[in-house]
Nanobody, 125 residues
C-alpha cells in the first residue's frame, strides 16, 4: 500500500503560480496512476489532473486545461502539479490519490484511494 503526502500549497494572488508535490512511500509507485483532485469550500471533491504510470496518458479537467501541468518522477516517487494563471475559484484543498487502473478522462473521486492529507491553496488579492 502506498502512502501519499501533498505539499507546496499556500497563498497566492490571482495570476500567480504554485507547484504542488505528491510524494509517495511504500508500494510500487512506478506502476501507479496518480490523480490530483481539489475540494473548495462547501464543494465536493473534483478532478483536476491525472497521469498514468508511463506518462503516456494525461488528462486534465476543463478548468485546469492550459493552465495546470502534471508530471511525475518515478525515480523520486513524486508527482507534480504546476499551476499557473491561478484564479480565485482555484482555491481549495488539493489532494493526490492512487488510481485504480489506467488513467481515464474526468474520473470520479471514487476511482482513487490512499489520499494524502491535502495541501491548502488560497488564491485572493
Amino acid at each position: 500500500q502506498v502512502q501519499l503526502v501533498e505539499s507546496g500549497g499556500g497563498w497566492v494572488q490571482p495570476g500567480g503560480s504554485l507547484k504542488l508535490t505528491c510524494a509517495a512511500s511504500g508500494g510500487t509507485f512506478s506502476t501507479l496512476t496518480i490523480g490530483w483532485f481539489r475540494q473548495g469550500p462547501g464543494k465536493e471533491r473534483e478532478f483536476v489532473a491525472t497521469i498514468d504510470w508511463q506518462d503516456r496518458t494525461i488528462f486534465y479537467s476543463d478548468a485546469a486545461k492550459g493552465r495546470f501541468f502534471i508530471s511525475r518522477d518515478n525515480g523520486k516517487k513524486m508527482v507534480y502539479l504546476q499551476m499557473n494563471s491561478l484564479k480565485n475559484n482555484d482555491t481549495g484543498v488539493y489532494y493526490c490519490g492512487e488510481g485504480s487502473g489506467m488513467a481515464i478522462r474526468n474520473p470520479p473521486p471514487g476511482r482513487y484511494r490512499d489520499w494524502g492529507q491535502g495541501t491548502q491553496v488560497s488564491v485572493s488579492s
